[in-house]
């Protein structure tokens, strides 16, 4: 099991900004795909970003232009940059980590929920109308 932890969960109005953060163990090879996703209520888990250790990152239509992932690989931890917030993206959002480290190609690393092993325990976001 590889310790993910995430933080930077909060209450915002529409259109506010929020960053989340996810920590990976410093013990852990972090040269391996990861992503960050999340659940509303009632709803199933769905990707919202992707990245490999290059940086290099993939979004979902959704997000795209008004979110950013982004790593710091000697600091272990994966970013979530959300811009212009929308209720309907009330959730919890989860940072999750790919076991296989062989995937971590550009390009490779996409946000499907299918592809993560290892999952943070989340942190909630709610967006106010």
């Known amino acids: 099991q590889v310790p993910l932890v995430e933080s930077g969960g909060g209450s915002v109005q529409a259109g506010e900004s929020l960053k989340l953060t996810c920590v990976l163990s410093?013990?852990?090879?972090?040269?391996?795909?990861m992503g960050w996703f999340r659940q509303a209520p009632g709803k199933e888990r769905e990707g919202v970003a992707a990245?490999?250790?290059?940086?290099?990152?993939r979004y979902v239509d959704s997000v795209m232009g008004r979110f950013a992932i982004s790593r710091d690989q000697a600091k272990n931890n994966i970013y979530l940059q959300m811009n212009a917030l929308k209720p309907k993206e009330t959730a919890i959002y989860y940072c999750?980590?790919?076991?296989?480290?062989?995937?971590?190609?550009?390009?490779?690393?996409?946000?499907?929920?299918?592809?993560?092993?290892?999952w943070g325990q989340g942190t909630q976001v709610t967006v106010s109308a």
């Open positions: 999750a980590a790919d076991s296989d480290t062989s995937n971590d190609e550009v390009g490779r690393c996409t946000p499907l929920p299918d592809e993560y092993d290892y």
């Open positions: 410093e013990y852990e090879d972090n040269e391996r795909c």
């Open positions: 990245i490999d250790s290059s940086g290099s990152a």
